[in-house]
């Protein structure tokens, strides 16, 4: 991974796998521990789709991350892997935006919503979800998602998202 942003913008940034003991950190000091996933899920996750796996840097620092996978919107299960992949998947999921609290407020998590959009349009897939979680549900339906139904993940409520791409 190599960014240099000289404005101190978030930029977002394809990483690689020796990134992602700083992506797992990153996760452990943004999230409460209901939230914690194992370091080896990330490896899982890059190795599944390492096209959806990226940094959102400030300057030269990793400030977030955003991990997406293909799939399908009716599957409910998305604490497992279930990295499965028949080629015919219409949905980009995003597993993670996650933004380092120390540059929450700068405006980051916008970018990389914005960029699951782009790589969503790119891809030629035909809907975006996901799970919000810790209250984030309003950030969410202002980027247009729809707020689906209720879910638990990890125990913890939270809801099922969509976005169809036009």
Known sequence: MQASDKNGCGRVVPIGRD?????????????????????????????????????IMVDDTMAGYVFLHPADDDRTDYEAAGWAQRGDEQCLFIHDLCIDPDFQGQGL????????????????????IGVAIEGVQEFWEKQGFTMVRPYRYNGEPAMFMEKVIG
């Open 19 to 55: 990134d992602i003991p700083a992506i797992h950190a990153l996760q452990c000091r943004a999230f409460k521990p209901e939230f914690h996933e194992p370091v080896e899920l990330y490896y899982e996750m890059f190795a599944f789709y390492p096209d959806g796996c990226f940094a």
């Open 109 to 128: 998590s916008l970018i990389g919503a914005r960029h699951v959009e782009t790589v969503t349009r790119e891809r030629g897939f035909q809907k975006i």
